[in-house]
Each structure stands twice: as C-alpha cells, then as structure tokens.
C-alpha cells in the first residue's frame, strides 16, 4: 500500500470527491496519481522538523495543481512546484498537518476565538450539494461564526465546476437564507479577507 492508498484508507477524500457530481465534475481531468520524479518531495522532507509527516509529488494537474494535506500525516505537492515557495508553502501546509494531529485543540481555541462547530443537517441540500471539497478540512467540515454565519465554498458554476472558480457565501442560520457579505464582526476581528481564507477556519488561520 503506497503513501496515497494509505491517505485514502484513512480520510475517505476521493470516495467523498467521487460520490459528489459537482466534485467529481470539477476533477473530471484531473489526475491524482504519484509523479516519476520525487526530488522535490525529499528536499520538502528536509525543511520539515517532524519526522512523522510524509510528502509525495503527484501529477501537476492533482487537485488542479494545489498544494495540500491527507491523512498520514501527509504532504501532498504538484509536480514542477517552484522551489522559491517550498518554504511558505510548507508552513502553511504543517498548519493543515497540526489541525489534522490536534483536532480537539483547535475547536477549543476556535471556539475561544468565535468558532463554533456546525451540523451538515443545517445547510439545505441546494447549498450543501454545490460546495467544493478540500482536503485540508474534509475531517472537521463546517464551523459557524458566532455561532451564526457558516462559510460555504460555492462553485460559480454548478454546470462546468472549477476548483479554483470558487465563491464563499454564508449560511445565516438565524435567517435560514444565504448571504454573500462577509458578516461585519469576522470583518472586525480578521480584517478583510481573501476567499480562500474565507472559506473555512482552518484556512484562516494556516494563511496567517
């Protein structure tokens, strides 16, 4: 069983991403398979001070060509990945790899900081059904802002998805209705925010 199959065995991503039209559409061709050439994984190893977590290079067009983290723990970048951001993105990436290893830890402190954790069953199906998967927050999906607002990662374009089309909405759950401002307190505190900071607390914090 290759790094890969192990993820699978232990995160479901791919099953989840196959089970979704709208996610499985918006991979249709993309190819997540491991790359000939792993160099890059061993100099990635070699900036990283945790010798538990693992990096593969996969095909350049897996999960159109973002990098990301499975279970493993591991470290997942595409192919012909410029070496000049291996370091940032690195960082970011071991952010992923800690909410993954401490997933307790950080509902406390996202709770502390305003995050709650939110019910699936809550978003209506309409909504639910057209947000991207990512696998760096497959494990713990959904939080709401003050217990309110849940960020939802919305393809533009639910008849030709693309996984880097992506617009963040939020799911009122006082209202029961959709909006697409950025609620003013996570304004306040955060300050303003790109969408893929938006899109989940998780990445909020792996992008600080």
């Not at 030709?160 to 939020?170: E, G, Q, S, Y």
């Amino acid at each position: 069983m290759n790094l890969l199959e192990k993820a699978e065995a232990g995160d479901k991503f791919r099953d989840m991403c196959k089970r979704s039209a709208v996610n499985s559409s918006a991979r249709a061709l993309c190819s997540y398979t491991l790359w000939n050439d792993q160099s890059l994984a061993l100099k990635a190893k070699a900036l990283i001070e945790d010798p538990s977590v693992e990096v593969v290079i996969l095909h350049p067009s897996a999960e159109g060509g973002m990098p990301h983290t499975r279970a493993g723990p591991l470290i997942c970048l595409p192919a012909h990945f410029p070496e000049s951001s291996l370091d940032s993105t690195l960082k970011h990436e071991m952010v992923h790899i800690w909410q993954r290893k401490q997933p307790s830890l950080w509902t406390t402190r996202l709770k502390m900081d305003g995050w709650e954790v939110a019910d699936e069953d809550d978003i209506p199906n309409e909504w639910l059904h057209r947000c991207r998967l990512n696998p760096d927050t497959i494990a713990n999906r959904w939080f709401a802002w003050k217990g309110r607002y849940i960020p939802l990662p919305l393809f533009v374009r639910e008849d030709k998805p693309d996984l880097h089309d992506i617009v963040v909405r939020w799911y009122d759950l006082d209202e029961l209705r959709v909006i697409s401002n950025v609620p003013s307190s996570l304004t306040q505190k955060y300050g303003n925010l790109g969408a893929s900071s938006l899109e989940h607390p998780y990445e909020l914090y792996a992008y600080r």
